[in-house]
């Protein structure tokens, strides 16, 4: 027996007998009423206009009974009053056209019975459909296989029985998005010791009247589903809306029943547990919602294995793993979510001293409490006589609210990051991210480090993908990636994949060989710099864009007057696949200074749209190198430094130029012109001059190399902006 004498399954609730309190004279009126109704012998010798009259007197009691509170209607043995229904139930038509409830293919049925009776065997599956809202009470026997679609209806028990019995050998599925209700005491919307595969449709008991405090059933309580044999949940929603009895118990509290529960999505809600899981049964579960409103979500004596979900519960405890006698909750945790409400989000509740050791194991997950100084994952021994040791806890992985040092093992640690969880993991293995001598498992931490400390440098120790956006702030910090990448899909508006805050400084770069990536492919920038802030980009690093957002940019510029921020490419490559390299907000000023580099604009956009974009006159920029895959005679060309001008290259290997102060090793073709020296390295001529924006100025060309070509565009010719002022072009071949 289960003991903690507050619980109803403490005293199984088969057991479990309504209230002794006297019916009330209302009550004992009905009574009498149903006791006095004829019984199928003496329906069959009736009349039609007798059998009429009895029919609206049926009628009429179910309204009454209706009427009553639960407490009330639970006092009626209404066995007599049910056999009646049913015999009317069974009947062809005597009154009108017949009423059929279930289909099978083109063939209709009017119980629901009648239908599971010509449904296939020996495994082979029968769907039936569930035409209107029905109160019957079915078995699925064994060597059955069927198929209950619900529909939208509902399916309401026989009084005094399960609604749905599943015998051992009998096979049901369960679709449809209706719901399968039981209103009895001690009696279940399901009953399963066969094999039932709930993938639909809402088990609940509506009448359930069970209270945790006061512990009472109150004459109407039991579970919503007890499985016994194997069942899978994916996609049912279960619930119970009393604290008396658990919604879902998973065996019989007997080691030879082996029953099993396996949940993929859906929910198990409610009840004094949402799940209790008994001695010798099994729960896994990879998904779903679990929610206990009176204890737990999941109380488990046996094994239980959870890889996702989300558990949690309003009044304490969301998983609990207990010892009591030679029962052992064993419970292997290696992904999902736990919430606690001012109590441990995971407890071990001993009753009895065991000397087992990794009774609870946790490999992931994120484990949440409230509560000034609860434990996220904790003992108890407070109910009982039982002893514990922190041996029985063993966690190598997840995230927590609390410190979990105590259960690990050697090699881990557990470090708080910047929220101020706990993230465990191998030092050796799971870290991110080193600063000076010190390893962390999120690159966040480390770089809120390098900003407390300042002048510090954050190493990459391996790829890292991002979930949320992490922000730098603090001064001189340096980023050296070290060959890695860091990645995530960003699409929160105006927050980038990486995000300097105002008042920052950091440098991005690599010391590696080849150098790593960051990359967004979400819609959102991948770096986004706040005004006031300094970016500087070095290393040969690669900072991407990869989203489908046409206005995006790999880099993202807050201008702004009176705090400008200042962003220095001195060797990165800016590539996108939708946008620009680097986007300029607004009219506000912005320095900007391209040392090195390539940049780009992305698809859709023609050679002459500048990779940098956005620039104003308030902008102040600089050019002194780089290779450039789109250019703007009149947004580019200005910016390039005293002395440099640049090599293009328009032929057969596509469209670039890359920044210059002095000849390239090859050529075929310069043009000088404004102080200022271009030069062509494959493509034609006039296209230097377009791009050297040197189309209505003074220039000397000189060819050097052989076949280049020179064609001017249609109804276009050198120098007629200004007939007054014809400029001269000097060519020397």
């Known amino acids: 027996a289960d003991p903690d004498d507050t619980d109803p399954d403490t005293t199984d609730p088969d057991t479990t007998e309504p209230d002794g309190a006297t019916p009330s004279e209302a009550v004992q009126a009905l009574q009498a009423q149903i006791d006095a109704l004829p019984d199928a012998a003496a329906l069959e010798s009736m009349t039609e206009e007798e059998q009429g009259a009895v029919f609206a007197e049926l009628d009429a009691l179910y309204i009454a009974i209706g009427a009553l509170a639960p407490e009330e209607a639970a006092q009626l043995e209404t066995a007599r009053l049910d056999a009646a229904a049913e015999w009317f139930t069974s009947q062809i038509a005597t009154y009108g056209e017949p009423v059929y409830v279930a289909q099978i293919g083109d063939t209709q049925y009017e119980t629901l019975a009648k239908a599971i009776a010509a449904a296939g065997e020996n495994g082979v599956g029968t769907e039936i459909e569930l035409l209107e809202s029905v109160h019957e009470s079915i078995t ?8 209950l679609n619900l529909g939208s209806y509902t399916l309401t028990n026989t009084e005094g029985k399960d609604t749905i019995t599943v015998e051992s050998g009998g096979t049901l599925t369960v679709t449809g998005s209706g719901t399968v209700d039981n209103v009895s005491h001690g009696k279940g919307a399901l009953v399963n010791s066969g094999t039932a595969y709930l993938n639909g449709g809402t088990f609940t008991r509506s009448q359930e009247a069970g209270t945790f405090s006061p ?12 499985n016994y044999g194997t069942m899978e949940v994916n996609g049912a929603a279960i619930k119970n809306i009393g604290g008396f009895s658990s919604t879902f118990r998973n065996g019989n509290g007997n080691d030879s029943t082996k029953a099993t529960l396996t949940v993929k999505s859906g929910s198990i809600t409610g009840g004094k547990n949402a799940i209790k899981n008994e001695p010798g049964a099994t729960v896994n579960i990879s998904g779903g919602t679990f929610s206990g409103s009176a204890r737990y979500a999941l109380m488990t004596y046996d094994v239980a294995k959870i890889s996702g979900g989300e558990f949690s519960s309003s009044t304490g405890t969301a998983v609990c793993a207990r010892i009591y ?3 052992v909750g064993k419970l292997e945790i290696s992904d999902g979510t736990f919430s606690g409400t001012n109590a441990p989000a995971v407890l071990l509740e001993s009753y009895t001293a065991s000397s087992e050791t990794n009774i609870i194991t946790i490999t992931g997950g994120t484990f949440t409490s409230t509560g000034d100084d609860v434990e996220a994952v904790g003992f108890s021994s407070a109910v009982g006589g039982g002893t514990y040791s922190t041996d029985q806890i063993s966690i190598s992985g997840g995230t927590y609210s609390s410190d979990v040092t105590e259960y690990l093992a050697a090699d881990l640690d557990a470090q708080q990051d910047s929220a101020g969880n706990y993230i465990v993991g191998n030092i050796k293995t799971d870290s991110v991210a080193q600063v000076g001598d010190k390893k962390y498992f999120d690159l966040e931490s480390a770089l809120g480090e390098a900003a407390t400390v300042g002048n510090m440098t954050v ?6 993908e991002l979930t949320a956006s992490v922000t730098i702030s603090g001064q001189n910090v340096t980023l050296d990636l070290d060959g890695h990448t860091i990645s995530g899909a960003i699409n929160t508006r105006n927050t980038g994949l990486l995000r300097v805050k105002q008042g920052a400084s ?19 920038y991948t770096i986004y710099q706040e005004k006031g802030s300094t970016l500087v980009l070095d290393g040969g690093i690669t900072v991407k864009y990869e989203g489908s957002n046409n ?44 040392e090195g580099g390539t940049f780009m604009a992305g698809e859709g956009k023609s050679s002459t749209t500048s990779p940098i974009n956005g620039i104003r006159t308030s902008t102040e920029m600089t050019i002194s190198g780089g290779t450039f895959y789109n250019w703007s005679n009149s947004d ?19 469209f670039f130029l890359t920044v210059c102060s002095s000849a390239p090793g090859s050529y075929i073709a310069s043009a000088t012109g404004n102080g200022r020296t271009f030069y062509l390295t494959g493509g034609d001529l006039y296209t230097l001059l377009q791009y050297a924006d040197l189309l209505d100025t003074n220039v ?3 060819v050097t190399g052989e076949g280049v070509p020179v064609t001017f565009p249609a109804n276009s010719g050198y120098g007629v902006k200004y007939e007054e002022n014809i400029p001269t072009l000097t060519l020397t071949v």
């Open 140 to 147: 699925i026997s064994a060597n059955k296989s069927v198929t």
């Open 215 to 226: 512990d009472s059933a109150n004459s109407n309580s039991w579970y919503t589903v007890v």
């Open 325 to 327: 006698e030679s029962a």
């Open 459 to 464: 190493k990459l120790l391996k790829d890292v």
């Open 506 to 524: 950091l440098t991005i770069k690599d010391t590696n060989s080849k150098p790593g990536s960051i990359a967004n492919t979400g819609t959102d």
């Open 551 to 594: 206005s995006n940019a790999a880099v993202y510029v807050q201008a702004n007057s009176t705090t400008p921020p200042t962003l220095t490419v001195k060797d990165a490559n800016l590539c996108v696949r939708k946008g620009y390299s680097i986007r300029l907000a607004g009219s506000l000023k912005s320095i900007v200074k391209i």
């Open 636 to 654: 580019n060309t200005k910016y390039l430094t005293e002395g440099c001008g640049f090599a293009l290259n328009n032929g057969e290997e596509g």
């Open 700 to 702: 000397e060309v000189t």
